[in-house]
T-cell receptor, first 113, second 114 residues
Framework: EAGVAQSPRYKIIEKRQSVAFWCNPI?????LYWYQQILGQGPKLLIQ????????DSQLPKDRFSAERLKGVDSTLKIQPAKLEDSAVYLC???????????FGPGTRLLVL | AQSVTQLGSHVSVSEGALVLLRCNYS??????LFWYVQYPNQGLQLLLK??????LVKGINGFEAEFKKSETSFHLTKPSAHMSDAAEYFC????????????FGSGTRLQVQP
């Protein structure tokens, strides 16, 4: 069974530029999560989808971050404009349902200069 | 709200020695508890989890953890460390209700000395 796929793996941008990350969850997984992992810290939830609906986006900085999961499968996370403090690894995870174990992708490492 | 504290950001052991990584949680309702491992430049991999039932949980790669409600702890152990165990370990908690998003600790980096 294929795991959670993410791209790109690495991205370097300058502050005030925009960037987008893509996630393809495990086939059939209804729940999808985006986490932000700043160096030296544990991952922190940004947004959670159940199918194509948002379950929790309370920690998403909505003035600059947006995410969508239009067909209930793939998801994109966008930052516009980026700030220096957005430098982090962005992890996507999926689970079969809300109650099931989360499986993580390899992450996208973002560096904002 | 729930939270997780991992004592010790770095732990170093000799190959063959006992591994003990500490995790304490705070939760107003019965928690679900997890340990994940992260190798360099990789995503998180589930080691083990506690939901209900037996409080001693066995996971992959010889790791186990014991849920102690009275101590609000979920420490991770392995009897004999191997060089391949060197990685970052994260304890996480979620609640048996609602959204089920994980709250992670800050992580413990395990070094294994030859």
């Amino acid at each position: 069974e294929a795991g959670v796929a993410q791209s790109p793996r690495y991205k370097i941008i300058e502050k005030r530029q925009s960037v987008a990350f893509w996630c393809n969850p495990i086939s059939g997984h209804a729940t999808l999560y985006w986490y932000q992992q700043i160096l030296g810290q544990g991952p922190k939830l940004l947004i959670q989808f159940q199918n194509n609906g948002v379950v929790d986006d309370s920690q998403l900085p909505k003035d600059r971050f947006s995410a969508e999961r239009l067909k209930g499968v793939d998801s994109t996370l966008k930052i516009q404009p980026a700030k220096l403090e957005d430098s982090a690894v962005y992890l996507c995870a999926s689970s079969l349902t809300l109650q099931e174990t989360q499986y993580f992708g390899p992450g996208t490492r973002l560096l904002v200069l | 709200a729930q939270s997780v504290t991992q004592l010790g950001s770095h732990v170093s052991v000799s190959e063959g020695a006992l591994v003990l990584l500490r995790c304490n949680y705070s939760s107003s309702v019965p928690p679900y508890l997890f340990w994940y491992v992260q190798y360099p430049n990789q995503g998180l991999q589930l080691l083990l989890k506690y939901t209900t039932g037996a409080t001693l949980v066995k996971g992959i790669n010889g790791f186990e953890a014991e849920f102690k409600k009275s101590e609000t702890s979920f420490h991770l152990t392995k009897p004999s460390a191997h060089m391949s165990d060197a990685a970052e370990y994260f304890c996480a908690v979620t609640l048996d209700t609602g959204r089920r998003a994980l709250t992670f600790g800050s992580g413990t980096r395990l070094q294994v000395q030859p």
